[in-house]
């Protein structure tokens, strides 16, 4: 199993001959994904998370489009699935169930091939000083409320924002979902290019319990080969 970081929130996983391809904003697909069956999913219409590049594909490859409601690209006829908050559907061999974003549009659970993959999207616990506690007491509560959707899942591959911008709380959405999902590899993303904030909070004692898991991304067009998807057990 391949994971490609593009930039940002964009990655690809490669799993036998599929390809997803998630959030892309820049970047080059990797060469491998030539000849697999490419299912691209988009979270929301942001364009550090949607770009209209991504419909050339399908000149190239064997492509199915999944993307938020919220965008409003119709997508190449026939190649594209619309789908919204809090929906199950399967698409060939995936199994797709989408939560509700704290931010606009959705997050990414994704059953393919045995490997259980989670993509936030802006899925995350939001924590501004300037908005106030009324606006933060909300949004804790309802990003606790769509994690446990997902409480105690065993997943092979998560992919959760670590923004640094906001200071104190970076790692608050990180942690809770470490703490109540079985993941085995997470990849912090939406960082800006602030790599450095994956070494911040591997030496953050916030990370105690987890921190092994947690993949240090160094740089755009990286790939990590990680093992087949295993059986886990859940627990916090």
């Not at 059953?111 to 924590?127: M, P």
């Not at 998560?158 to 109540?180: N, T």
Request: proline fraction near 3%; include cysteine; aromatic fraction near 14%.
């Amino acid at each position: 199993m391949k994971v490609t970081y593009l930039y940002h929130s964009g990655f690809t996983v490669e799993v036998e001959d599929i390809a997803l391809v998630f959030d892309y904003y820049k970047g080059e697909l990797p060469e491998t994904v030539k000849g697999k069956k490419l299912y691209v999913f988009s979270s929301h219409y942001h364009k550090d998370h949607f770009q209209y590049k991504v419909f050339d594909w399908a000149e190239e490859y064997d492509v199915t489009y999944l993307l938020s409601k919220d965008i409003r690209a119709r997508g190449p006829e026939g190649k594209t699935i619309k789908v919204k908050k809090r929906q199950e559907l399967k698409v060939d061999d995936l199994w797709i169930k989408t939560l509700c974003s704290t931010d606009v549009g959705v997050a990414f659970f994704v059953r393919v091939r045995g490997t259980c993959i989670y993509h936030a999207g802006d899925l995350n616990w939001w924590h501004w000083e300037e908005e106030g506690p009324v606006y933060n007491a909300k949004m804790k509560a309802d990003y606790q409320k769509e994690i446990g959707a997902i409480e105690g899942e065993h997943i092979d591959l998560a992919f959760v924002p670590l923004d640094p911008r906001l200071e104190k709380a970076y790692g608050w959405g990180i942690d809770y979902f470490m703490r109540h999902t079985d993941t085995a590899h997470l990849f912090p993303m939406h960082l800006w290019g602030g790599y450095k904030t994956i070494l911040r909070f591997l030496e953050d004692p916030l990370s105690e319990g987890y921190r092994d898991r947690i993949v240090k991304i160094a740089g755009r067009q990286q790939s990590f080969e990680l093992p087949e998807a295993s059986e886990g057990k859940a627990g916090n």
